[in-house]
Structures are given as C-alpha cells and as structure tokens.
C-alpha cells in the first residue's frame, strides 16, 4: 500500500489550493476541513490495512506533552466559549490535526510514505499557491475568496505568507538534496509572495529562516553553486519590510 499512500498524498496537496465553496461563511475553512478529514480516512486505512510491520515513531515527549496540551486546551476552551459550537469546531480542527500529523508520522516509520515524496507534494502545493498569488498580482483573481489582497487560496494575505513561509525552507531542502532548479524556483517565487503580502510577522520568520538556510546550505555543507541566491533574495525582502514599515 506504499503506492496508495503516496497517491493519496499527491491528491490532497494538488487539490487542497482549490478547494472552497461560496455557500459557507468562510469559503475555505470548513470546505477544507472536511477534505483534510477525508485525506485522514484515506491514510489511516493505508496504514492499519498494510501488510507492512506497523510501526509508531518515538516522538519526544515534550512535544508529545506540549501537542497534547495545546489540544486539551483547545477542548477546555469549549466550556468557557461565547459560541460554543464555534469552539467545539476550533477544537475538533486541532485534533484531527494533530491526528494527521502522528498518521504521517506513523507512515513514514514504517516505510509506507517516503520523506522525499511528501517534501515534494508539499512543494508542489507550495508552487500552486505562489502561483496563484502572482496571478492575483496581475489583477487575476481566479479563487474568487471573500478578502481582497496577494493570498493566493487562501482566506487572506497573513495565511499566505505563513504558508510561504512554511515552504520557502522546503526549496532550500530540495535544492540542497537535488541540486536543481525546482528547489530554486520555489525559493524565488516564496520569497515574492512573502514580500508582497506586506506580513512584519512573516519578514521576521522569512529572514531566520534565510540567515540559518545560507548557513546550512553554503557554509556549513561548503556549496558554492548559486551561493548568490539567498543573500540577494534576503536583501530583498528586507527593503520590502522597510518599506512596508515606513509605508
């Protein structure tokens, strides 16, 4: 079942940008929701019908206690919420989250997903959305979602730069195991979708991640090979957050 593991991977992450419907109030949040526990079905039977040893990673327990904690947290918001069913869905949310995170974990211990399969799935979304981004830039908007603003498919342009921001990191991996121009691309269009969303919060984490990114990748592993492109992608992002600073 490797192979269906893999497919369903593909799927979700090719089809998780255009999935939205106009007749809920956000058109992405339940839309979405739903397709993510869907894909959650899809992968446990990949993992409980494999006749592979199943396997459970050993996951530190700090972050077990911390993902638990912020889970029970969430729960417990229910009791003390204005609108209940608002939190009894906020909670439900972080817990098939976190319930996908330890299926994808359990997927990959036991051999059933490979690591560089889910990189490249995640990317490839990443490109999609990037993508959509710059269309918006054009004055195309094809998502046709309720805020206005560079946001991809996304409810609004504070999401999309964390998505971004999520993904940048994943081009430097790829470029770095790949040493082609696929990782670079999405470094490249990454960073243009970060610095037109006008996000201070996504400047900051985009520049800790190109500081510590230039110093694993070209310092640290002694590339030379396009050594150029994360200072000068740094330089620019940074006279886009002075200028939105000073706007």
Not at 112 to 130: M, P, R
Not at 175 to 189: D, H, Q, R, S
Not at 201 to 215: D, F, K, N, P, Q
Request: proline letters at 3%.
């Amino acid at each position: 079942l490797k192979r269906a593991a893999h497919v369903v991977i593909w799927i979700f992450f090719i089809v998780l940008p255009f999935i939205k419907s106009s007749s809920t109030l956000d058109p992405v949040l339940l839309p979405r929701f739903m397709f993510i526990s869907c894909t959650l079905l899809a992968l446990l039977g990949t993992l409980f019908f494999s006749k592979e040893k199943l396997l459970f990673p050993k996951i530190p327990v700090y972050f077990t206690v911390g993902l638990i904690g912020f889970v029970v947290v969430s729960l417990a918001g229910y009791f003390y919420a204005q609108n209940q069913y608002e939190a009894l869905f906020t909670g439900s949310k972080w817990t098939v989250l976190a319930l996908w995170f330890i299926t994808i974990l359990a997927l990959l211990k036991s051999n059933l997903l490979a690591k560089e399969v889910l990189v490249k799935a995640i990317a490839v979304s990443g490109l999609i959305f990037a993508t959509l981004s710059l269309l918006q830039l054009a004055g195309i908007d094809i998502t046709s979602t309720s805020s206005s603003g560079v946001k991809g498919s996304l409810a609004n342009k504070n999401l999309a730069a964390s998505f971004m921001c999520m993904v940048f990191p994943l081009g430097m991996w790829l470029y770095k195991i790949k040493n082609n121009w696929f990782g670079v691309t999405l470094i490249i269009l990454s960073t243009v979708v970060i610095g037109f969303t006008e996000s201070r919060t996504a400047y900051l984490v985009y520049i800790i991640e190109a500081v510590l990114g230039y110093y694993l990748l070209f310092v640290n592993q002694h590339q030379t090979k396009l050594k150029w492109i994360v200072p000068v992608l740094f330089a620019f992002i940074s006279g886009i957050a002075l200028f939105a600073y000073y706007k």
